[in-house]
């Protein structure tokens, strides 16, 4: 049975070594640390913002089936990437410019990605 004092120099070693061949996000994510907060759902689409995610600060669309993966900007809720419909489009800027929502999510994104 490893002791507490033999699993710290095991846990040192073995993230020297993934630290020399991962940034800090890929380990996270390889690791299972990355985390999500759906931030609501609109029309069985899923709002999600991912900690340790990449710039520029941005939220994530899915729906359970992919007919819905995409992103966008939480400055200003412009469409980045993905695939949506227009009719679903309406309906994530509909969310989009509720002043709370907005508010929720510039928070959400800014404690999520402070140590980065």
Same mark, same amino acid.
């Given at each position: 049975? =490893?002791?507490?004092?033999?699993? #710290? ?6 993230? *020297?070594?993934? #630290? @020399? ?12 640390? =990355?985390?999500? =907060? ?7 689409? %899923? ?6 995610? +990449?710039?520029?600060? +941005? @939220? +994530? ?13 939480? *400055?200003?809720? *412009?469409?980045?990437?993905? *695939? ?30 402070? %140590?980065?």
């Amino acid at each position: 049975m =490893e002791t507490n004092n033999e699993y #710290a120099i095991l846990e040192r070693i073995l993230s *020297e070594i993934i #630290a @020399f061949y991962f940034s800090k996000e890929s380990i996270e994510s390889y690791v299972g640390y =990355e985390t999500r =907060e759906r931030i609501g759902t609109v029309n069985g689409m %899923q709002v999600i913002i991912y900690s340790n995610d +990449h710039n520029p600060p +941005h @939220f +994530h669309v899915k729906t359970n089936d992919n007919r819905v993966n995409a992103k966008f900007k939480i *400055e200003n809720g *412009e469409f980045l990437s993905g *695939e949506i419909s227009t009719k679903d489009l309406k309906r994530i800027e509909l969310f989009y410019n509720d002043i709370k929502t907005k508010i929720l999510m510039e928070k959400i994104w800014s404690k999520k990605n402070i %140590q980065k």
